[in-house]
């Protein structure tokens, strides 16, 4: 079993950039897929970004595409976010999670993720 700790999130304006750090321990990531979620108020939590175990296999959400880079250090046992160009609608809990799966399509839906963070407070001023 794998535990996830977020990092990094913050109050931002319009504009500007964070990067989002996941750590994980228990296990080394790179057994696992790993992705970026993230999940407003009132709304389902959605798929930000993914990477495969090969990190020049990723994967990005139509509305994140050109603004958030995904990366992963194995030997730190890190996942990252680079998050630039933020919004107001970025404003969301973000979240990591690990995907056992053994196939090496990238998935985009919640439930085929195996382990989560508690997830780190994105919030982007107007």
């Not at 730190?76 to 053994?102: F, G, H, I, W």
């Amino acid at each position: 079993q794998v535990q996830l700790v977020e990092s990094g999130g913050g109050l931002v304006q319009a504009g500007g950039s964070l990067r989002l750090s996941c750590t994980a321990s228990g296990r080394t990531i790179s057994n696992y897929k790993m992705g970026w979620f993230r999940q407003a108020p009132g709304k389902e939590r959605e798929f930000v970004a993914g990477i495969g175990w090969i990190a020049s296999r990723t994967a990005y959400a139509d509305s994140m595409k050109g603004r958030v880079t995904i990366s992963r250090d194995n030997a730190k046992n890190t996942l990252y976010l680079q998050m630039s160009r933020l919004k107001p609608e970025d404003t969301a809990v973000y979240y990591c999670a690990a995907d056992a799966d053994r196939t090496l399509a990238i998935r985009v839906g919640a439930d085929n993720y195996n382990y989560w963070g508690q997830g780190t407070q994105v919030t982007v001023s107007s």
